[in-house]
């Protein structure tokens, strides 16, 4: 085969970064550390959007919108979110006004410092906690439960497209509850949601868990993540739900009335997934070749070449296509007929399997004459020949096979890739040849979890929902401990 | 009636700031200039979002996504744009840095001034164009036609909630074209789309022009635009498309190769709407009792209340009931049962007329005995009693009525204050009494068009698209005219 990019053996990171760009995905501005999201990239990112959305509504929540900027100040309100998000701000130290008079008259500094400096949100609990605080008074205005879809700043110096940038788009949950056990059901609701959509839409599979408390969100009790794993074996945070307890509530003096009418802080919690899921979506399933996409987000489903050498032939195949065009866009599959006589048949394919569409389709003067048609499959790069009759179903089903194989894939690959392991030089090893996720026993203390981080770049990514619970020895430490945690190296 | 609001005859201005508040559609954030769109205000707004994007679509554009962030010498690389847009900008000066080393281990200042300062987007054509140059080499690979959902950022001093805000969400559509005749139908189409989507989904009769030279956008050559006239007889530009020639190509340097081989520079054009289209949507319809919303857009379209006095009756009711909503959520229409008991029906009434629902229907034990069932009217405040059978077919024929209704009454009102007027003093009392579009003759000239502004605060709405071509007299200078223009005070 013709070499489209670096091969992922060579150098996967290489890979990556051509595939995002080459598969017309993404690519660098001008504004360091921000990308531009082309449209079918962003093709792709309005698919999951739409989806996360209804299943969002589905369970009771509705959209809103805060400000971009947020006080300085009220970033400092809650000790822990201080220190996780000032670092990595933009701030907004100055404006400069078109209409220099205040409205009576009085005309003010054309280029102003603002009495306050205003940072660019890196997240949003702050601002809509001090919201909140004028729209909660009694357990009858609660839960409040909102989401908001947009763009968030983290000043980042190593940038890479969708995995971490310093603007970046995403939604965030941020709801509001009475009680304790409610917010820890929305917590452990939202993160179910997360790995649902992970699993039957990006056909991505994820492991359900909950972070140590180094890797917590900065101001949350408890953080819930999914965790994926990519090619290289290292592992991809994929999204996260925190419980928040009543920090916030706490900062912003949000207080309620309860049943029995007394005084109580609201409980609280905030959940998000980014464009950062564009990335995991990229490095799970594609290939040298270029994008495999889960039929069920591919902007373009299916496509169509017809392979003409004149006019007359273009009309014959166009007049047997056109119907089960129709037929297909019925049924909600997206088809584009590439009858374009600029480019030849062959740079159509390599162009469609770069940009991963699922199910390619060709017909040819032989074709015509047999009543077939040629179908090639993206995941697995195999081409059959099928009879014409029957095609728009036999193309459901296959997309429904494809879906189903894309995940079995990367599941086999994520279980062959999860690793239990008691010593620590075999734990260093593994990271180092297989990679994957390493299933060990950790004492459960932060300076441990340090030590390992600092010898070998493995974080824990999560202790699994449902774990087992076992006597074993720490791998660094040898004391005691009862259950086994999920070490990988990662994104 | 109890005085829900102010009313408008009393103080038009109140009575809307009023509204927007008190219906949840918005409030103003602890961020000067910078608001928090409520739920069910965003409900209102997602909807238009989803029938334009749509619109948008169908006609061959495609999302993308630009950075948030502008070098602030791109804004001046096109004369007039930075004549327009320069002065009303949020300014980046600073970013803070968790890590602070740069990935080589050197160690940079964690809060650092930046080399160039940096804007929040007013507006993205100029970091649009920037990227543009990228992707554009050939007549093959135009046209362009990529559109963008986004926040921007214009500092006002006097804000409105969605009327004048610092930080607003829109849409902008920016299109490049092999040529100009090509661009200016692209300008065209998309007024049209405008003009569409006000008339026929807001229910809200809108006047296609162009602008005059000074209402243009900075940096157009044409600026076109769709003109609303609100209750109080002040105009409201609700969307524009502008054509901007091949400016931003020479200012970014975007050319192309075209069919005949020669070099030439790309034909721009842009358009966009914001959440201003929700303060329209508010002022055109609304009364004394709160919104009044056109079913497209109503979030919730129909909304029944059962009157009961037990939980007997409550069960009966509910068993009728039931049937209607399933029946009327297949159709599509959206409906809420309303049982809960801890409002009173008065209360649930006066509440879903502040909330501009179109249909409310109201269930009682007479209603049970009879087969009968009370429908009332929002857009008329009318009620009357219909048989049960039939309800489904009922209602959504009402809909369409409502939708109907409103628009009709929108247009009258509007059609009657489109006032021909020949003479400067009568044009003065005019604005003062009446308000309205004034439809006047002027000589063309900048200098009029100032000195009436100053003299009156109206300025030349538009010039209607084929307008009648007439002899005629300006009104402020007696010069010769071709024709009349649209004069208004404006928002």
């Given at each position: 085969m013709a070499k489209v990019l670096t091969f992922r053996e060579e150098n996967y990171s290489a890979w990556y970064n051509e595939l995002v760009v080459k598969a017309d995905l993404a690519e660098n501005s001008a504004v360091r550390g921000c990308m531009v999201i082309k449209p079918y990239g962003y093709a792709i990112w309005e698919k999951m959007q739409r989806v996360l959305d209804d299943m969002f509504k589905e369970t009771g929540h509705q959209n809103a919108y805060f400000p971009l900027l947020i006080p300085k100040s009220?970033?400092?309100?809650?000790?822990?979110?201080?220190?996780?998000?000032?670092?990595?701000?933009?701030?907004?130290?100055?404006?400069?006004?078109?209409?220099?008079?205040?409205?009576?008259?009085?005309?003010?500094?054309?280029?102003?410092?603002?009495?306050?400096?205003?940072?660019?949100?890196?997240?949003?609990?702050?601002?809509?906690?001090?919201?909140?605080?004028?729209?909660?008074?009694?357990?009858?205005?609660?839960?409040?439960?909102?989401?908001?879809?947009?763009?968030?700043?983290?000043?980042?110096?190593?940038?890479?497209?969708?995995?971490?940038?310093?603007?970046?788009?995403?939604?965030?949950?941020?709801?509001?509850?009475?009680?304790?056990?409610?917010?820890?059901?929305?917590?452990?609701?939202?993160?179910?949601?997360?790995?649902?959509?992970?699993?039957?839409?990006?056909?991505?599979?994820?492991?359900?868990?909950?972070?140590?408390?180094?890797?917590?969100?900065?101001?949350?009790?408890?953080?819930?993540?999914?965790?994926?794993?990519?090619?290289d074996g290292k592992a991809l945070q994929s999204g996260t739900s925190h419980f928040l307890g009543?920090?916030?509530?706490?900062?912003?003096?949000?207080?309620?009335?309860?049943?029995?009418?007394?005084?109580?802080?609201?409980?609280?919690?905030?959940?998000?997934?980014?464009?950062?899921?564009?990335?995991?979506?990229?490095?799970?399933?594609?290939?040298?070749?270029?994008?495999?996409?889960?039929?069920?987000?591919?902007?373009?489903?299916?496509?169509?070449?017809?392979?003409?050498?004149?006019?007359e032939q273009l009309s014959a195949i166009s007049e047997k296509i056109n119907p089960i065009l129709d037929e297909l866009k019925t049924k909600g599959i997206s088809v584009k007929f590439d009858d374009s006589d600029t480019k030849k048949p062959g740079w159509k394919f390599a162009e469609y399997e770069l940009k991963g569409i699922p199910i390619r389709l060709a017909m040819g003067g032989r074709d015509l004459e047999n009543g077939t048609i040629e179908v090639a499959r993206r995941d697995t790069l195999t081409k059959e020949t099928v009879p014409f009759d029957g095609l728009v179903d036999y193309i459901e089903n296959l997309l429904e096979e494809i879906q189903s194989a894309i995940f079995r894939n990367a599941k086999k690959y994520r279980d062959d890739h999860i690793t239990e392991v008691d010593d620590y030089e075999e734990f260093k090893e593994l990271l180092e040849t297989k990679g994957g996720f390493l299933s060990a026993h950790w004492d459960g203390t932060v300076e441990t979890e340090q030590k390992i981080k600092e010898e070998t770049k493995a974080t824990i990514r999560c202790i699994p929902l449902d774990n087992k619970q076992e006597e074993g020895k720490c791998i660094l430490t040898g004391k005691p401990s009862k259950q086994r945690v999920l070490f990988a190296k990662a994104y």
């Open positions: 009220f970033l400092s309100r809650e000790a822990d979110h201080v220190e996780g998000f000032a670092k990595e701000c933009a701030v907004v130290t100055h404006y400069r006004l078109k209409n220099a008079d205040d409205g009576r008259g009085v005309v003010v500094d054309p280029e102003a410092k603002l009495e306050e400096e205003l940072i660019i949100r890196p997240t949003s609990e702050t601002i809509i906690w001090n919201t909140y605080k004028n729209w909660i008074q009694s357990y009858r205005d609660l839960p409040v439960l909102c989401n908001q879809w947009a763009n968030v700043m983290r000043w980042e110096m190593r940038t890479r497209l969708f995995l971490r940038t310093a603007e970046f788009l995403w939604q965030e949950g941020h709801t509001a509850h009475a009680t304790k056990e409610e917010a820890e059901y929305e917590t452990k609701q939202m993160i179910d949601i997360y790995a649902k959509f992970a699993e039957e839409w990006m056909a991505m599979p994820v492991i359900q868990g909950v972070k140590s408390e180094s890797e917590r969100f900065a101001g949350a009790l408890d953080t819930y993540s999914i965790e994926a794993l990519m090619q009543q920090n916030f509530a706490k900062a912003f003096d949000v207080k309620f009335t309860n049943k029995e009418g007394k005084e109580d802080y609201v409980w609280a919690t905030s959940w998000g997934v980014s464009t950062r899921l564009m990335g995991a979506l990229i490095m799970a399933h594609s290939d040298d070749h270029g994008l495999v996409l889960p039929p069920k987000l591919a902007p373009i489903q299916v496509v169509i070449v017809p392979i003409f050498r004149n006019n």
